[in-house]
């Protein structure tokens, strides 16, 4: 289906050409529309036209008036704007026709997308999110790079862009010589009754074998000194060293596994790309850079500059792309990925969300790969950056031991809790099973935590209060749910067997039109958010959106409208329209709207 235009889009075409019409010299200009609480919508762009014609802004606003065509009734088919009038300096005021209004919702309606284009030739993202670390358990810390971005990955695909989704795993590094070595002298810690273990289980496991390890390696030195040699055998490819490997890198996929489900996400084994994945690059990564220049030796070490960055004490801090024993660090094997997702995955960008913390290390990286060309104005590279997680007392979360909360007891309890606030709703209407509770729980539960986390700005900290996640009063995806969930109520009740018809004929109350002009906003919340990465606009634009359906619901009866059929059947219609939108919203932040709550 061919996209539909916005009222905006409508009206600023109008006002355009009124402008042309009425002073050709200004052809080009401007209106500057937007929504405004004095009427629908206001262009603004007269003032500074006035200034570059040298004129009366009120009276090139009157002449441009002149030659907008207007309703002669707000019901009037063939007609946007019901009303315009000049105020102020030269402002223009703009009222658009109730049928205009429902008229274009109802070609929305029309369309499986709601309107939303779809631009299949936008180019291919990389996104980097949810880098979990293997033998580790996933903590409060890593949730924020994995709900922002499986909402981005769902919003970017939605409006056309092809992604490839890539979780950089850490996977490699000196920890695995000691875990590796351990697990050698000691066989049997990694032994499972049942092979299909869960992950919590498989976690449980690793993390009793990582403290027994480290202690060891912390009191004996001959072990420390085994597990360096290890490291070792694992770098030359040693295949007793690597099956070792695999199995920590296998069991820790498991545990993943397990918390992805909980949280309704999708990792797919392929998109696992850890650091290892890009060993066999490393050296050539620090060849190319050292022989173009970009990377130079100090003190041993492998290199790159910057003017701009220095420490403490004004000295510069260099990015080390290979230290002085041969090692390599973070920036090779980060250098080297971007290699391969230019030049592999043909990628047009670039996303990394990635703590705010390292914010520095990214900007030495990206700018190096600027220095040696792979990245360029046609390939560009940016990290969505995210703030922390606070505890209530805005304060880093931790446990009352002081230990980083782990992820998995968080999210279980927000499912206790919004199984509770279920429970409790049930046994008032519903008579919901146990099962039907335990379900609507983990949909609860889960989205209010996705929803807090993507309802704030990714830049800013949060804090993480599940008593707020789950009301159901308030910006929390509860309110949001349950305004879907009595939409779909109403709609049961209604019966009908299709879907209802607009009706532009009929004239629409305040909420009714309030409603209508936000619905039609939807298509460019959703471009405006792709070209952003900013999911906390859909989220603002979604509560906003339940806000206005609630005044909706508070003033205007819809199966017993005092209008007579047609008006029960526009209101329908404007309820399941809302519903489609509430719910295709919702999706696209990852969240799930149940029917009955």
Request: aromatic share 8%; glycine share 6%; hydrophobic share 40%.
């Amino acid at each position: 289906m061919a996209s539909v235009p916005s009222l905006a889009a409508t009206v600023h075409q109008r006002v355009s050409d009124a402008l042309s019409a009425a002073l050709p010299e200004a052809a080009s200009a401007d209106p500057l529309l937007r929504r405004s609480d004095r009427a629908d919508f206001q262009a603004n762009g007269m003032l500074a036209l006035a200034k570059r014609l040298k004129g009366n802004p009120r009276e090139l606003a009157s002449k441009v008036v002149e030659h907008i065509p207007v309703a002669a009734t707000s019901a009037d088919p063939d007609s946007v704007i019901a009303d315009i009038e000049v105020s102020g300096p030269g402002f223009l005021n703009i009222t658009v026709a109730d049928s205009a209004i429902t008229a274009t919702l109802a070609a929305r309606a029309a369309d499986d997308r709601l309107g939303v284009p779809y631009a299949p030739d936008a180019g291919t993202t990389v996104i980097d999110y949810a880098q979990p670390n293997v033998a580790k358990e996933m903590h409060v810390g890593h949730l924020r790079s994995a709900v922002i971005g499986d909402a981005v990955v769902r919003i970017l695909e939605f409006s056309g862009e092809k992604v490839i989704r890539r979780h950089h795993i850490g996977d490699w590094g000196t920890q695995f010589g000691m875990l590796i070595q351990y697990l050698i002298e000691h066989p049997h810690e990694l032994d499972h009754k049942d092979r299909e273990s869960s992950g919590e289980e498989a976690m449980s496991n690793l993390n009793r074998l990582y403290k027994a390890a480290r202690t060891l390696f912390d009191a004996d030195a001959e072990f420390k000194e085994r597990s360096r040699r290890r490291v070792v055998e694992l770098q030359a490819g040693d295949e007793e060293t690597v099956a070792l490997w695999r199995r920590f890198v296998d069991e820790s996929k498991l545990y993943f596994s397990s918390v992805f489900d909980k949280l309704d996400m999708e990792i797919r084994d392929p998109d696992v790309v850890g650091e290892s994945g890009y060993n066999d690059m490393l050296a050539e990564t620090c060849r190319l850079l050292e022989e173009s220049g970009v990377a130079v030796r100090s003190e041993g070490a492998l290199c790159v500059f910057f003017d701009d960055v220095k420490g403490p004490e004004g000295k510069p801090v260099p990015l080390i792309v290979q230290k002085s024993d041969g090692g390599f660090g973070y920036a090779a094997t980060d250098l080297s990925a971007i290699r391969d997702r230019v030049q592999n995955l043909r990628a047009d960008t670039l996303l990394y969300v990635v703590d705010a913390r390292q914010s520095l290390h990214f900007k030495m990286v990206f700018e190096t790969a600027r220095r040696i060309g792979w990245l360029n104005e046609k390939t560009h590279a940016s990290q969505l950056a995210f703030g922390t997680v606070l505890g209530k007392d805005g304060k880093p979360f931790k446990t009352r031991e002081g230990e980083t909360v782990r992820l998995i007891d968080l999210l279980d309890e927000a499912i206790d809790r919004a199984a509770a606030v279920v429970r409790e709703k049930s046994e008032e209407k519903l008579g919901l099973s146990e099962d039907e509770i335990a379900e609507r729980g983990a949909q609860v539960g889960i989205g209010a935590v996705k929803y807090a986390d993507l309802s704030t700005s990714a830049s800013r900290d949060y804090k993480f209060d599940l008593d707020q996640m789950v009301s159901l009063n308030g910006d929390t995806a509860v309110y949001l749910q349950y305004a879907y969930a009595r939409i779909k109520s109403i709609l049961r009740r209604a019966g009908a067997e299709r879907a209802p018809v607009a009706r532009p004929e009929l004239p629409l109350t305040p909420a009714e039109r309030a409603m209508g002009l936000h619905l039609d906003q939807f298509a460019e919340t959703v471009r405006e958010v792709a070209e952003g990465y900013e999911p906390h606009k859909l989220a603002a634009y979604l509560y906003q959106l339940a806000s206005l359906f609630t005044t909706f619901y508070d003033q205007c009866p819809v199966l017993n409208a005092e209008g007579g059929p047609s008006q029960v059947e526009n209101r329908l219609f404007l309820c399941e329209f809302t519903a489609r939108t509430l719910h295709q919203g919702m999706d696209l932040l990852g969240i799930r709207t149940p029917e009955r709550l």
